[in-house]
């Protein structure tokens, strides 16, 4: 059954609001190829993960670009990875909302021109703004220079999806046509793409091994069966969503807060072996989920409950996405059993999903 999409005018005038907003980074982001210089150096070490170049392009004039496309929406409560932790109050008066921003979701890719960026926007209730209290997203592309089409998705707290694509081949968007969303219907992995996520180095062969346990698991009597299924290193926790979201991908496990990250430490011979955090998902990184589970792809913890995690800027956070809730009912126990095989402690699983498809 495909999601219920309508048209930008039916969407929520808070949900239009950060639509505007992503467009305007989008054109930033797309004029300043021009004079791009320093876009994939370094910049500084934020609280949650390194940021370059081209963040920092992106986050300049953010504060005024909110105040102009979410003026309504005002006071609000900002928060970003390059602003300060606590956020910043944009507007006089008591915050009422939350706004979080992550205004380049696939910083690498984009910044080597290898692949889409996303700009994420997401809207919750200062007094409880949590991914799970959202009430408002938008997923924005921004493609490459390869590409002139710009992927555009919103959604509201009560299902209302809006789903379109941009041309933007000047900066400026020339035209938009409608985009059918329809997440992929299979009921297995096979043939398809199933990732876990291990884009940054280490703790590769523990998460190696859980992804070979579970198709393992999944196909017990076959041991060609890890030929079967394909994976897609794509450094964008919302380009992975989108592939969930637009049919291109089944199944996404990002698991690596439950692992770390073993590093020898070197002078002359190795002296001694510790663990360091992998590079993980934030809740910056996964504002999406509105967008997703709009769409019809269900979105779980490591553990098989609905995603959840305050609003900030440090929490490291797991999840793991399927394309339709038949194919988490068939895959989700597969799941567990690798993941207490591999990565966790054995513990009672959670019950089964029912079914409702």
């Known amino acids: 059954m495909n999601p219920t999409q309508v048209s930008f005018a039916e969407l929520s005038p808070e949900a239009q609001a950060l639509v505007a907003l992503g467009r305007a980074v989008r054109t930033r982001i797309h004029a300043g190829r021009a004079h791009a210089k320093d876009w994939s150096d370094v910049a500084a070490q934020a609280a949650s ?26 006071p609000l409560l900002l928060m970003s990875e390059g602003l300060p932790e606590q956020g910043i109050r944009v507007g006089e008066g008591a915050p009422r909302w939350l706004l979080m921003l992550d205004p380049i979701d696939g910083t690498r890719g984009l910044m080597h021109d290898k692949r889409s960026a996303f700009f994420l926007a997401g809207l919750a209730p200062v007094n409880d703004a949590r991914l799970a209290t959202l009430c408002h997203a938008a997923m924005i592309e921004l493609p490459t220079t390869r590409s002139p089409l ?15 694509t941009d041309e933007i081949a000047t900066a400026s968007c020339t035209s ?3 985009l059918l969303v329809q997440p992929s219907r299979a009921v297995d992995l096979r043939h398809g793409f199933a990732t876990v996520v291990r884009f940054f180095a280490g703790a590769a062969e523990r998460l190696g091994a859980f992804h070979d346990a579970l198709l393992q698991e999944l196909h017990p009597d076959d041991p060609q069966a890890h030929q079967d299924a394909f994976e897609d290193q794509y450094i964008s926790n919302a380009g992975q969503m989108h592939a969930l979201i637009t049919g291109r991908d089944r199944f996404v496990a990002d698991l690596r807060p439950l692992v770390s990250n073993p590093i020898a430490t070197t002078a002359t011979s190795v002296v001694a072996t510790h663990s360091v955090p992998l590079r993980c998902a934030h809740p910056y990184d996964l504002l999406g989920l509105l967008v997703a589970r709009a769409a019809g792809v269900a979105i779980t913890d490591a553990h098989g409950a609905p995603l959840d995690a305050p609003l900030d800027i440090t929490t490291r956070v797991a999840w793991i996405g399927y394309a339709n809730s038949t194919l988490r009912h068939h895959v989700e126990p597969c799941v567990h059993r690798a993941l207490f ?3 966790l402690h054995p513990r009672k699983p959670p019950s089964p999903p029912q079914n409702h498809d």
């Open 176 to 178: 938009t046509r409608p």
């Open 150 to 164: 710009s992927d555009v998705l919103a959604a509201d707290a009560d299902g209302t999806l809006f789903a379109c």
């Open 341 to 343: 095989r591999t990565l």
């Open 49 to 74: 993960d390194l940021q370059y170049g081209i963040d920092r392009f992106s986050e300049e004039g953010l504060v005024e670009a909110v105040s102009v496309h979410c003026h309504a929406l005002l």
